[in-house]
């Protein structure tokens, strides 16, 4: 299980008053073909200097239990980096909470932003308690934010907006045009790509190759190990490394059919939020074992987007999955940290046979050197010299982590 799994069941209690009336019901699992519903996709976020995150992670929970997927970029967030996040996650609104002051200003620029981009269809909209006066609301709405909600305003009436307002019929004012084109068609593209749209998979199939395909890492490992973390040190260092070459990012959590989803891992990463990374969250849709039913199509359409290394974050996996098996990569990495029980466990673990190289993180912590000789055993039964590699991914300039970086990446 992922730690940042959704928690339904501990949404929670409404706003100033009930929460809607929504629950929608889990249905069967798709089959790998099917068509996916496309879904109301938003982003949120807090703005930059503000760290108020306890209304928009309530509101978050309301939309995920209402059948919206959320991007959760979290606070303290520039509006470049919103916008960024916004366009290439293709999401139909953006949700800004704001508290400390500024938000003409702030709510403003986000909106500027996205025009630049040609990136007008994707609506702003937002709130912040007692500091946004009607009168700010009202100069906001003037710039092109399409509603401020204040103190008071109960979490079903945040929903039903949302549900009129963005639903899956886009709007007007996407433009072949702007700064981040590329990303911004790359993303709309994913998006037939995830849901196996008919009409748009041609334009999948159509996109041009672009030089020679990059290599591809599959990050997998229990939830809650660092696989998140990891990869945004791995990030660092390429990026670093590599000065002008760009990455990709194809991140999963878990959802159910019909439901929404916390699509979290920007939240926790901070190098990846940079305008050589393009990151994609996925909900997995109802698919056990650590991927969605349209990764295979999006990682596809990836390989051909131009990027010099593209990953892809597993949820977090249980002991029999196997994520990769049906959608291959060129290297296949296991994170674990050193709780994994005792010794027999090991045994049982899949991904411990097929994984290329296994990361030990929190290496740091007490039993890590116990785990570290077991686990080597493990590796040793198999015979294919696979190597482990201890790391403390939250560290910065770890060197178990720089050792992952030039043996898997670089
Ligand atoms: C809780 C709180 C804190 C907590 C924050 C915890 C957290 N992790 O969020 C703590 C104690 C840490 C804190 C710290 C600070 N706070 Co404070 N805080 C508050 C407080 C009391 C409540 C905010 C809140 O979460 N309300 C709960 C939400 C759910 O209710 P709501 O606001 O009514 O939300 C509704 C609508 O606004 C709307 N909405 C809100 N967001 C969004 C987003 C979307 C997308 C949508 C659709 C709708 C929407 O929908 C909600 C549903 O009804 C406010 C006072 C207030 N009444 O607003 C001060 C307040 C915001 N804080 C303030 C200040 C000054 C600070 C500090 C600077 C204090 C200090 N000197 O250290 C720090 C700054 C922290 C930081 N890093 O930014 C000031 C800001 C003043 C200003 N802007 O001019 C306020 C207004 C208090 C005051 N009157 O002085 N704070």
């Known amino acids: 299980m992922k730690s940042k799994s959704v928690q339904r069941r501990d949404t929670a209690p409404g706003v100033a008053g009930k929460r809607?009336?929504?629950?929608?019901?889990?249905?069967?699992?798709?089959?790998?073909?099917?068509?996916?519903?496309?879904s109301i996709r938003l982003l949120t976020a807090v703005p930059i200097c503000d760290g108020h995150d306890s209304a928009i992670n309530t509101i978050n929970l309301e939309f995920i239990r209402c059948g919206i997927e959320v991007v959760y970029l979290g606070y303290h967030r520039?509006?470049?980096?919103?916008?960024r996040a916004a366009t290439q996650e293709d999401v139909r609104a953006i949700g800004l909470s704001s508290y400390n002051g500024g938000h003409v200003e702030f709510f403003t620029e986000v909106v500027e932003l996205l025009k630049r981009q040609g990136a007008n269809d994707i609506g702003v909209f937002g709130g912040g308690g007692g500091t946004i006066t009607k009168a700010d609301a009202?100069?906001?709405?003037?710039?092109?934010?399409?509603?401020?909600?204040?103190?008071g305003t109960p979490l079903s009436e945040i929903v039903k907006?949302?549900?009129i307002a963005y639903n899956t019929h886009r709007r007007a004012g996407w433009r072949a045009g702007g700064e981040t084109i590329s990303d911004r068609r790359i993303a709309r593209m994913l998006t037939a790509a995830e849901t196996g749209d008919r009409d748009e998979a041609a334009c999948?199939?159509?996109?041009?190759?672009?030089?020679?395909?990059?290599?591809?890492?599959?990050?997998?490992?229990?939830?809650?190990?660092?696989?998140?973390t990891l990869i945004d040190e791995l990030v660092l260092r390429f990026l670093k490394a590599s000065p002008r070459t760009r990455l990709a990012i194809l991140s999963h959590d878990p959802s159910l059919i019909g439901q929404g989803a916390l699509l979290g891992d920007r939240a926790s990463m901070v190098y990846s939020q940079d305008d050589r990374v393009f990151m994609r969250s996925l909900a997995t849709r109802g698919q056990a074992g650590g991927l969605s039913p349209g990764s295979g199509r999006c990682l596809q359409l990836l390989k051909r987007g131009g990027f010099d290394r593209v990953f892809v974050e597993t949820v977090g996996i249980g002991q029999e999955a196997a994520p990769f098996g049906g959608?291959?990569?060129?290297?296949?990495?296991?994170?674990?940290?050193?709780?994994?029980?005792?010794?027999?466990?090991?045994?049982?673990i899949v991904m411990l046979d097929v994984a290329d190289i296994v990361v030990l993180n929190k290496s740091d912590l007490s039993g890590a050197?116990?785990?570290?000789?077991?686990?080597?055993?493990?590796?040793?039964?198999?015979?294919?010299?696979?190597?482990?590699?201890?790391?403390?991914?939250?560290r910065h300039r770890d060197s178990g982590v720089d050792e992952l970086f030039r043996l898997a990446i670089s």
């Open 20 to 38: 809607s009336k929504c629950a929608a019901t889990p249905t069967q699992v798709p089959r790998r073909t099917q068509l996916l519903e496309p």
């Open 78 to 83: 520039s509006a470049r980096d919103i916008v």
């Open 138 to 151: 009202a100069i906001m709405q003037k710039k092109g934010v399409d509603r401020i909600f204040f103190a």
């Open 161 to 163: 907006f949302v549900k």
């Open 204 to 228: 999948f199939r159509a996109a041009p190759a672009k030089g020679i395909g990059p290599t591809t890492i599959g990050i997998t490992g229990p939830g809650g190990a660092g696989k998140t």
């Open 327 to 348: 959608e291959p990569v060129d290297r296949v990495i296991l994170v674990m940290s050193p709780e994994y029980g005792s010794r027999l466990q090991l045994q049982k």
């Open 369 to 394: 050197k116990t785990a570290a000789a077991e686990i080597e055993q493990r590796l040793a039964l198999n015979g294919r010299g696979q190597k482990l590699i201890p790391t403390v991914a939250r």
